[in-house]
């Protein structure tokens, strides 16, 4: 298992914790009003969206909830006017961090993310600093128990994915960009549904973590990843099996 696919499978269990205090909730309606203002409201002529709210439906978000994102982002409600941005940064180790958010005050976001690297060992990079470590991509998530392996991949690779793998109790299939949402259709076709899918930043090369090391920098993440302007934290970590053994431990009690 490669070091991006042990962080993803630590990723999917601290989303149901995300979901308890509502931050997923609130993560995945501001994926929506991006979505409804650059591409519009209606999720047939606009595929960001439509992503967006099949996420949000996996994750089990109120239907009113999702209108009222998409009316946001149309401006047929009042909302905040959110754009996109990305920073960099290094935490514990010498790990590369990639912080997308959306965030209607820059002044106010590079202040807080500042804040927390200065408090927990890191530090906020330059534009450019590490985004030449990570290469864009689409990943599908899908459960084991949904079909079997070769079934899976037969229509993974038939629709144009680059890789599949197994990670934990799940299938992981990696895409470029630009055949993300065909090979997504092509899993519904055939009546398999994502238990996610996004775009995703995965790292070309890792950094190895001992325990104490790995803690650091899961805390600096997790820290990042409490703000409300961040959307997505990533890392070029590789987490030894021994360690990422501990880790799941802990996050069991």
């Known amino acids: 298992m490669s070091g991006h696919s042990k962080w993803h499978e630590i990723k ?71 754009e996109e941005v990305t920073y960099e940064g290094y935490a514990p180790g010498g790990v590369a961090l990639m912080i997308e958010v959306m965030t209607g005050n820059r002044n106010r976001t590079v202040s807080e993310l500042r804040h927390v690297f200065n408090r927990l060992g890191g530090s906020l990079g330059e534009s450019g600093c590490v985004s030449w470590l990570f290469e864009k991509k689409g990943m599908i998530t899908v459960d084991l128990d949904t079909a079997d ?17 197994v990670t934990g109790d799940a299938y992981e299939i990696i895409t470029t960009p630009e055949d993300f949402e065909a090979v997504r259709q092509a899993l519904l ?13 995965i790292p070309q090369s890792t950094v190895s973590l001992d325990l104490e090391t790995a803690r650091k920098v899961l805390r600096l993440m997790d820290a990042l990843e409490e703000l409300e302007d961040v959307q997505k934290v990533y890392a070029n970590l590789d987490i030894p099996s021994e360690v990422m053994a501990a880790l799941e431990s802990q996050l069991a009690a």
Do not use: C, W, Y
């Not at 989303?15 to 931050?23: E, I």
């Not at 076709?189 to 930043?201: D, F, K, V």
């Open 189 to 201: 076709e055939r009546g398999i549904t994502p238990s996610s899918a996004e775009l995703t930043l």
């Open 12 to 82: 999917r269990k601290k989303a149901k914790n995300d979901q308890v205090r509502g931050r997923l909730f609130s993560r995945l309606a501001r994926e929506i009003m991006v979505a409804a203002r650059l591409g519009g409201g209606v999720p047939e002529n606009n595929p960001r969206l439509r992503m967006a709210i099949e996420n949000a439906k996996s994750a089990g978000m109120p239907a009113e909830n999702i209108e009222r994102a998409i009316k946001k982002g149309t401006g047929e409600l009042e909302g905040e006017h959110l």
């Open 149 to 165: 392996e070769d079934t899976m991949l037969e229509i993974a690779l038939e629709a144009g994915a680059e890789d599949m793998q």
